[in-house]
């Protein structure tokens, strides 16, 4: 069984960086793709980014244009998400998950799930 932790998150301000992390255990992560997505307040969960057993592969949903970066640390069990120029409409709860088959986008595609951190952008 895999568990995963979220955190790093917290409160910045509009235009501040925050850098996620999720620390597997239970099992390797290195075979499998990781990503991160984010449900803000009374809407569903949507796709952040995510990344390939090596970070040759990573994916990103279109909102992010260039300002978050998803990368992995198979030795640490531990995959990433730096965010930088962050936006008040940035303000979710990011978890992370674990897909055993292919680099989904979709959530019902992802196996395991952390319990979520919160990130606050104000303006």
């Known amino acids: 069984q895999v568990q995963l932790v979220e955190s790093g998150g917290g409160l910045v301000q509009d235009g501040g960086s925050l850098r996620l992390s999720c620390e597997a255990s239970?099992?390797?992560?290195?075979?499998?793709?990781m990503a991160w997505f984010r449900q803000a307040p009374g809407k569903e969960r949507v796709f952040v980014a995510a990344i390939g057993r090596n970070e040759g592969l990573t994916y990103y949903g279109d909102f992010v244009k260039g300002r978050f970066t998803i990368s992995r640390d198979n030795a640490k069990s531990s995959v990433y998400l730096q965010m930088n120029s962050l936006k008040p409409e940035d303000t979710a709860i990011y978890y992370c998950?674990?897909?055993?088959?292919?680099?989904?986008?979709?959530?019902?595609?992802?196996?395991?799930w952390g319990q979520g951190t919160q990130v606050t952008v104000s303006s």
């Open positions: 998950g674990l897909a055993r088959l292919g680099i989904p986008a979709r959530e019902d595609q992802y196996d395991y």
């Open positions: 239970g099992h390797t992560i290195s075979s499998y793709a």
